[in-house]
């Protein structure tokens, strides 16, 4: 169950159960407070029940979200939290629709100049493959990774493009599904390349057209197999081992209109032993999948 929400979250192992004592220390500091501001007001069991409802619902409503920021921010999970609470707010009214979470102008991180290759990292989960990617092309003379796209809030990976320096794209998936409202975003950032790094959604035609040829997945099996709708993260690594496969593996792929069907380019196989289990094998896939990724995007884009 805590791995399932630890995906849905799109966090790391850390993150998660820091996550966990934020919503605690939450929780137990809003109970107590309430106590105190309704004696600060005077109230006692013989109050009318209405103030003291409206109190203690003002302080769940109100309060509970100021602390579980603060809390959030001192253990350092300000981004999971501020995602959540500007997503709260901008559905009750009181933030503009926008989607760009840190926009930076498309040249302020250009000190150099611009180099070959503009890449964007499309990933909604806790972003390991993006980290590795964005490790290995720091410095590189040629690439750069210039945008991350993300359509989950609070997404691990939205916190990695943030200590990186690189600007992040909040999706909207009515928005990204009516096909090329982004299209002029991804071109004012100039990217010319786009992987996707555990990005779960399906790209869009417009998008496809737009990028020929130009757009990686990584998929964690061995395609054709276990892949397709809802085979994603957890899923694949339950189903291979449902399956009692012997081994499993990653595939890179060109993406096309089909969910996992566009042309490989490289697969690497690992071996399952009779004690994997998903999350062991999710390891071992990990694993494949940080040493590979960067270096057969670095490949291909050159
Ligand atoms: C990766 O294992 C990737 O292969 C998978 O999501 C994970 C993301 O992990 N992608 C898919 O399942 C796409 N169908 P990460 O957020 O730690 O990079």
New binding site residues.
């Given amino acids: 169950m805590f791995q399932k929400l630890q995906q849905k979250w ?1 966090v790391s192992h850390r993150q998660f159960w820091i996550i966990f004592i934020v919503f605690g220390l939450t929780g137990t500091t809003t109970a107590i407070l309430t106590r105190y501001v309704t004696a600060w007001l005077g109230m006692d069991a013989s109050s009318f029940w209405v103030w003291k409802l409206l109190v203690r619902l003002g302080m769940l409503v109100f309060g509970y979200q100021f602390i579980l920021l603060g809390y959030g921010a001192l253990l350092g999970q300000w981004a999971f939290f501020w995602k959540y609470e500007a997503l709260l707010l901008r559905k009750l009214g009181f933030l503009s629709q926008q989607t760009m979470a840190n926009r930076q102008s498309p040249t302020a991180n250009h000190q150099h100049p611009k180099p070959k290759t503009q890449l964007a990292i499309f ?1 909604s ?6 980290q590795k990617i964005i490790e290995h092309f720091k410095n590189h003379p040629s690439v750069r990774v210039a945008l991350v796209v993300c359509n989950k809030p609070g997404a ?2 939205l916190q990695i493009a943030s200590e990186n320096g690189i600007p992040y794209l909040l999706i909207e998936k009515e928005r990204f599904f009516r096909g090329d409202t982004y299209l002029p975003v991804l071109k004012e950032y100039g990217i010319n390349f786009i992987v ?5 959604w399906k790209v869009p035609a417009a998008l496809i057209e737009a990028y020929p040829q130009k757009i990686l ?4 099996a061995l395609l054709p197999k276990y ?1 397709g709708k809802g ?3 957890m899923h ?1 690594h339950e189903a291979v081992i449902a399956a009692g496969e012997k081994q499993s593996g ?1 595939t890179i792929h060109y993406v096309n209109e089909h969910f ?1 069907e566009g042309a490989p380019v490289f697969q690497a196989v690992c071996t399952i032993d009779e004690k994997d289990t998903p999350e062991t094998l ?1 390891q071992k ?2 694993l494949l ?1 940080h040493a590979h990724f960067p270096i057969e995007i670095e490949k291909i884009v050159s």
Avoid at 196 to 200: E, P, R, S, T
Avoid at 217 to 220: G, V
């Fill in positions: 799109g990933a989960g806790a972003g390991s493959n993006a691990g990976v996707l790094a555990g990005f779960l997945n990584i998929h964690p892949g085979m994603y993260g694949v990653i996992d999710a896939i990990h999948e």
